[in-house]
């Protein structure tokens, strides 16, 4: 069984940094794509950063600059430094592993996607 556990959330004024971390257990960290996603209350949740296994690394424009994503596949942990934070950051976020299919190491790992359970994050101004 696959779990993701997002922490790291919390009160912060603007200006400020949080990293939230995106702990994986029960499979190979390594073969998955991570991605950070954030909901805010009505609004549709939006994918903010990604970093492929291959540590290939993407940003919404809103986030460049300010928001770093990275791994550490010997940890089996994903994380995202925000800097800088602004109100408009304020939301949910939550950690999401996809894995679209293939063979690692001999073993053939099937198309799966997995999500934490969320951390809010609430910046105040």
């Known amino acids: 069984q696959v779990q993701l556990v997002d922490s790291g959330g919390g009160l912060v004024q603007a200006g400020g940094s949080l990293r939230l971390s995106c702990a994986v257990s029960?499979?190979?960290?390594?073969?998955?794509?991570i991605g950070w996603y954030r909901q805010a209350p009505g609004k549709l949740r939006e994918l903010v950063a990604s970093i492929s296994s291959g540590a290939v690394l993407n940003y919404v424009d809103s986030v460049k600059g300010r928001f770093t994503i990275s791994r550490d596949n010997s940890k089996n942990t994903a994380y995202l430094q925000m800097n800088s934070l602004k109100p408009e950051d304020t939301a949910v976020y939550y950690c999401?592993?996809?894995?679209?299919?293939?063979?690692?190491?001999?073993?053939?790992?099937?198309?799966?996607?997995?999500w934490g359970q969320g951390t809010q994050v609430t910046v105040s101004s």
């Open positions: 029960g499979s190979t960290f390594s073969i998955y794509d």
């Open positions: 999401n592993a996809g894995n679209v299919g293939r063979y690692y190491r001999g073993a053939y790992y099937p198309e799966s996607e997995y």
